[in-house]
């Protein structure tokens, strides 16, 4: 996952490294995001007596990561806008990084909903509110998707 000790590697790189380096930072946030999910997953398996202390190292390691992961994004983004004048560039992943933010909450609330289904599975507004979630969460994706293409374009417009 995350490597605190990569974060500096960039100091003196250019941007074209720089833009690799946030994709390579997306894909641990999406996999990182994947690993929320299935400790989760494992976590609603052990209910209804759940195992609270595992599921709290889980959150406890994905918080870290995604901290790490948005603090290089962060650096990069400042270091593009400032050190090679693409505006543009941080722009986006501005906006991608308030969109990561959506999503890792709404994630939290997702799971919450998931539990509160299996535990009370006759109750019609938990069912709802699962639903309207995972929607929210698509609607959210899509618009994660949105943003990475134009910094995909705009990042590549003058390679």
Do not use: C
């Not at 930072?25 to 398996?45: I, M, S, W």
């Not at 959506?102 to 998931?114: D, N, V």
């Amino acid at each position: 996952m995350y490597d605190a000790d990569a974060i500096q590697w960039w100091a003196t790189t250019d941007s074209k490294s720089l833009v690799q380096r946030f994709y390579v930072l997306q894909a641990e946030r999406v996999e990182a995001f994947k690993l929320f999910d299935e400790g989760h997953e494992a976590y609603l398996r052990t209910g209804p007596h759940y195992d609270f202390e595992h599921y709290k190292q889980l959150v406890h390691e994905i918080t870290k990561a995604f901290s790490g992961i948005s603090k290089e994004v962060l650096e990069i983004k400042e270091q593009l806008h400032q050190d090679f004048d693409r505006p543009d560039l941080s722009e986006h992943m501005e906006k991608l990084q308030i969109k990561e933010k959506e999503k890792l909450e709404l994630t939290a609330k997702l799971q919450l909903a998931k539990q509160n289904v299996q535990d009370h599975p006759e109750n019609e507004d938990f069912q709802e509110k699962l639903q309207q979630l995972k929607k929210d969460v698509i609607k959210n994706k899509a618009a994660l998707a949105d943003i990475l293409q134009d910094f995909k374009y705009d990042s590549e417009e003058t390679e």
